[in-house]
């Protein structure tokens, strides 16, 4: 036997139960990793990456992909979502969903000529008695540009209502907004030469109508 192990076992013998206690600590700590459940599955759902309010034509800053233990019926891939119009206003961070934009049927409902919009409607009792194929008249009341206007304006006719939002997209706790904001909207279709003018109008908040 060398002269160094000579010398090193009075050293082990001395302080045996530190080693044992470090291998006793060492095989727990083993143990318990095996034991751990193992995290669950994920997949990767595409969600908003910033706020954005109805009418926001999608792009790639737009979207990102974020891990979910699961992906909610309906959710978009990256390539079907960029280009399409979100047809209600979103937080950042919830998944896209289809029922959320544009379908690819809708332009082809339009009268020749007429432009495809989201309209947020003020009233939610009207917006659940509207129903694809009316018409409605759109309004800008008084009370939502903070007074400026002494009546009403009449800012398009015979507006043709082609969509609502679904019902997913009513969940106010799930959009991050209030119900009447998320509840209220409908995709319809108006004159091209409107067009600007509702987009103009928007700003100051949601749109009374009446039915045609």
């Known amino acids: 036997m060398s002269h160094r192990s000579r010398s090193l076992r009075p050293l082990l013998w001395r302080y045996r139960w530190l080693v044992v206690a470090c291998c006793v600590a060492a095989a727990a700590w083993?143990?318990?990793?095996?034991?751990?459940?193992l995290p669950p599955p994920t997949?990767?759902?595409?969600?908003?990456?910033r706020d954005m309010p109805a009418g926001t034509v999608l792009t790639a800053a737009d979207v990102q992909l974020d891990a979910?233990?699961?992906?909610p019926a309906g959710t978009m891939d990256l390539d079907t979502a960029v280009g399409a119009t979100l047809t209600v206003g979103l937080p950042a961070g919830v998944p896209v969903v289809d029922t959320m934009l544009l379908g690819p049927g809708l332009p082809d409902a339009a009268p020749a000529g007429w432009?495809?919009?989201?309209?947020?409607?003020?009233d939610p009792m009207l917006a659940e008695l509207v129903r694809v194929g009316d018409r409605i008249d759109l309004y800008l009341a008084?009370?939502?540009t903070g007074g400026r206007l002494t009546e009403a304006q009449l800012v398009t006719t015979g507006a043709l209502v082609l969509a609502r939002a679904g019902p997913a997209d009513?969940?106010?706790?799930?959009?991050?907004t209030s119900a009447a904001s998320s509840a209220s909207v409908v995709v319809a279709a108006i004159r091209p030469e409107d067009a600007a003018a509702l987009a103009g109008a928007s700003g100051f908040g949601p749109f009374r109508a009446v039915l045609s």
């Open 43 to 49: 997949v990767p759902v595409l969600v908003t990456a």
């Open 68 to 71: 979910a233990e699961r992906a």
């Open 170 to 176: 009513q969940e106010a706790g799930w959009l991050g």
């Open 142 to 144: 008084a009370a939502d």
């Open 30 to 37: 083993v143990s318990i990793g095996a034991l751990r459940p």
């Open 115 to 122: 432009v495809v919009v989201p309209v947020p409607l003020a």
